[in-house]
């Protein structure tokens, strides 16, 4: 049985519990409405952190090495009864207004709280490709059969995303890391969505021969298509643009971008996968 959590509260009215995915220990923002997640905990592949696990009642934890960090999204949806439901990483957060040492620029209660109920969706800042579109970028880096795939599943399911389908992949930038906070309600319309995708893709494709890394399409797609269902709710007007909200990130630990940066160019010049 999945443990009790204690959400932040924001009023009489409004509560938040951002889950942190992580598969190790690691320091974790103080603030209560952070919940330490340890995904993938059915999988047994690495020492019990002690967290919170995404294998108690309804999970799809088992899963975590196709679906990544979304096994904890999987189960926030299923456990949490918060107003509001976040998701980041144990490495990458959201960021507040703090100075100073990283860990005190984490996004804070105090500063998210006043902002809910007028904002119904929380998104990280875009990530720019610049010379590459999402559906490029994909191409160069993992397997396009996953997003072909997605594309055709939208077709049977829910053709009127289609369109927005085909826009998303032309730009070159999106909101990434599967990363949010979100209204409770909206959430669950999104889990439904997503899954029922990912679950589909998952049956067709044949991953027999893929590399560990390249075998975590589902999370990687499910990033990707987070802005086609953002997309569809603000063209549909489900969502207001008003009630979307960005915010910048950031990284616990020092990022080597020159090394970043050779990957991405030998990717789009050479075709040499991401491993």
Partial sequence: ????????????????????????????????????????????RRQDPGYQRDDEGENISAKNPCYCELTGLYWAW???DSDYIGLAHYRRHFR???????WNRILKSEELLPQLGKTKLFLPRKQYYVIETLYSHYAHTHYIEHLDKTRQILEEKYPEYVDAFDDVMKRRSGHMFNMMICEKSLLGEY??????????????????????????????????????????QLRTGHIKRGEVKTLPYLYTEKVNWLRKTARFLKAKFWNRKYE
Wanted: with cysteine.
């Fill in 191 to 232: 889990c439904a969505w997503l899954f029922d995708i990912l679950f589909t893709l998952e049956q067709r494709v044949s991953a027999g021969e893929y590399s560990f890394f390249q075998g975590r399409y589902c999370g990687r797609v499910g990033e990707i298509i987070l802005n086609v269902w953002v997309e569809q």
């Fill in 1 to 44: 049985m999945a443990r009790e959590t204690d959400p932040v509260r924001v009023d009489s009215k409004k509560r938040v519990t951002i889950i942190v995915a992580a598969h190790k220990k690691y320091r974790m923002p103080e603030d209560p409405m952070y919940l330490p997640l340890y995904i993938g905990a059915a999988t047994g």
């Fill in 96 to 102: 507040g207004r703090g100075r100073g040492d990283v």
């Fill in 78 to 80: 299923k456990h949490l």
